[in-house]
């Protein structure tokens, strides 16, 4: 990490289409939008991510969940609530709203937010790249023209502006880019050496790492409301100290799930913490609170941790191969 200053380098550079191979990036898989316009060698793994129709007709399957977005709360100081309290009074957007009240809905623009959550997330009138505000339920999946049955949210950082469609997108649809994809970039470096830190118990290193990843997203311009106005209370605070070797430990997987949300680290996380058992299923009892679709999660340890050899593999391979446990 040496000679590579985080602060420096703006967060909205990792999704920005004409911004690829900045000083972020460290391991990144490349897409191209082929000179005919095809998009086979385009960013197809995201393609069924972010918006559904819209601007760009297609898809919208991978929403950010309440969990997430009620997460980037903080509190007075800036500070994330560590303390799983951020599911207290949760933000849902409108979605238990009907009639007048959803057709008039207005976000609540005095709520306390860590200002990654606007530039990871969609919300209901909130500005959305160029696409202007974000409407809610005509860019979101429904359920056979019920209302959106995975929530109110959307993801953000695999869209690319309209302005750029021509040359970035497919014949196919404007859902299928040229966007790069970081599979590992240093931010991600940075807290995984404060993860060592924590573990060897240097937590004064520990909270410089996690530090310079909050002194970045501090920097984060406001995003704004059909109104103009600031669309929440934006503040994110360095943390004055570690208190402790447990505090520390939470800190900074707390710091990784705020700042490589929806960019398919967190499972993983999980599972090498050996946590994924208590924090899919407490995810899945608050979740399933709001949008049954989530209801009665259960994580099986030693099992789904990985998934099962697909049976022609094991056929092809004479018997070589033996299935995974539990399978």
């Known amino acids: 990490m040496a000679g590579r200053d985080i602060t420096a380098m703006p967060f909205q550079d990792n999704y920005d289409v004409l911004k690829e191979n900045g000083p972020e990036a460290i391991m990144v898989a490349k897409h191209v939008i082929n000179p005919d316009g095809s998009g086979d060698n385009g960013n197809v793994g995201d393609m069924l991510g972010g918006l559904n129709g819209g601007p760009v007709g297609c898809c919208g399957f991978y929403q950010p969940s309440i969990d997430l977005v009620n997460a980037y709360k903080v509190d007075a100081d800036g500070l994330p609530l560590l303390d799983g309290s951020y599911r207290t009074n949760p933000y849902i957007s409108d979605l238990t709203l009907t009639g007048a009240?959803?057709?008039?809905?207005?976000?609540?623009?005095?709520?306390?937010?860590?200002?990654?959550?606007?530039?990871?997330?969609?919300?209901?009138?909130?500005?959305?790249?160029?696409?202007?505000?974000?409407?809610?339920?005509?860019?979101?999946?429904?359920?056979?023209?019920?209302?959106?049955?995975?929530?109110?949210?959307?993801?953000?950082?695999?869209?690319?502006?309209?302005?750029?469609?021509?040359?970035?997108?497919?014949?196919?649809?404007?859902?299928?880019?040229?966007?790069?994809?970081?599979?590992?970039?240093?931010?991600?470096?940075?807290?995984m050496a404060a993860e060592c830190e924590v573990e060897l118990n240097n937590?004064?290193?520990?909270?410089?790492?996690?530090?310079?990843?909050?002194?970045?997203?501090?920097?984060?311009?406001?995003?704004?409301?059909?109104?103009?106005?600031?669309?929440?209370?934006?503040?994110?605070?360095?943390?004055?100290?570690?208190?402790?070797?447990?505090?520390?430990?939470?800190?900074?997987?707390?710091?990784?799930?705020?700042?490589?949300?929806?960019?398919?680290?967190?499972?993983?996380?999980?599972?090498?913490?050996?946590?994924?058992?208590?924090?899919?299923?407490?995810?899945?009892?608050?979740?399933?609170?709001?949008l049954p679709t989530f209801k009665g999660i259960t994580f099986t340890p030693n099992k789904n941790e990985i998934f099962p050899i697909p049976q022609v593999e094991i056929n092809a391979s004479m018997g070589n191969l033996k299935q995974n446990t539990g399978f």
């Open 101 to 191: 009240a959803l057709d008039n809905y207005k976000v609540n623009i005095n709520l306390r937010f860590d200002p990654r959550l606007d530039y990871t997330v969609g919300r209901r009138d909130v500005s959305y790249l160029d696409y202007g505000i974000f409407p809610g339920d005509p860019w979101l999946r429904s359920d056979k023209g019920a209302r959106p049955h995975a929530g109110p949210f959307s993801g953000l950082k695999t869209m690319i502006p309209k302005a750029l469609f021509s040359g970035h997108t497919s014949n196919d649809g404007a859902y299928l880019t040229d966007l790069d994809v970081n599979i590992i970039r240093l931010a991600d470096v940075i807290l």
């Open 203 to 290: 937590l004064s290193e520990a909270l410089k790492y996690v530090n310079f990843v909050r002194l970045r997203a501090a920097k984060l311009p406001a995003k704004t409301t059909s109104d103009g106005s600031p669309a929440a209370v934006y503040v994110v605070k360095p943390y004055p100290t570690f208190p402790s070797q447990d505090y520390a430990r939470n800190a900074v997987r707390f710091e990784r799930r705020l700042e490589l949300a929806m960019e398919g680290h967190r499972f993983y996380d999980l599972v090498r913490w050996g946590t994924a058992k208590q924090v899919i299923e407490s995810y899945s009892a608050f979740e399933g609170g709001f």
